[in-house]
């Protein structure tokens, strides 16, 4: 009987820790968008933009930022900072920008959850030769006064990586002669 109140005791506490723990849910868009804290330099020109490197999100791994999520975001950025005068979708722009995702560091654990991202700045003329290119490093943080679900707080952490990178790339973009 002994054996039986351990193992329900047991599971239980496994059922309260799976609700807190919920399932992982895909970065949002609108929460990457790049909000720079300083004004940009504004190009009269066009650009198309690719990403490559995303994942997507299983619901019971760690929130991800996929390539889509990331394209719309990184355009909403142009289109709001003006950096580019517009995103053209496909051929025919000025210039073509591609953004790949290279490595995202996420923890597992933790009451402050710290997310790495890694990406690689490609901006091209259309005649293919390279106007710029880096790899751009932003981090972001997300603590239990952001969230108190682990995955949300995760989720919060990876998008806050994302803008700061996309912050980053359009701030550098912005200092270009073009």
């Known amino acids: ?61 760690k929130s991800q930022v996929s390539d889509a999520a990331f394209a719309q975001a990184l355009i909403a950025s142009i289109e709001k900072t003006k950096v580019f005068s517009a995103v053209v979708q496909g051929a025919g722009a000025n210039y073509m920008l591609s953004v ?36 751009i490093k932003a981090e972001n943080t997300a603590t239990t006064s952001d969230a108190f679900v682990g995955v949300e707080r995760l989720r919060i952490a990876t998008e806050g990586a994302a803008r700061k990178s996309i912050e980053a790339g359009l701030l550098k973009i912005s200092k270009l002669s073009l």
């Open 100 to 135: 790949a995702v290279v490595s995202m560091d996420q923890p597992s654990f933790g009451l402050s959850f710290t997310v790495k991202m890694e990406t690689a700045w490609t901006l091209k003329k259309a005649d293919g030769s390279i106007a710029w290119q880096e790899v």
């Open 1 to 61: 009987m002994k054996v039986f109140s351990h193992l329900s005791r047991t599971l239980i506490l496994c059922a309260a820790v799976g609700i807190l723990a919920g399932c992982a849910t895909a970065s949002k868009p609108d929460s990457m968008v790049a909000v720079p804290a300083e004004t940009l330099t504004r190009h009269a020109k066009t650009v198309s933009v690719s990403t490559l490197g995303g994942k997507e999100t299983s619901s019971v791994g």
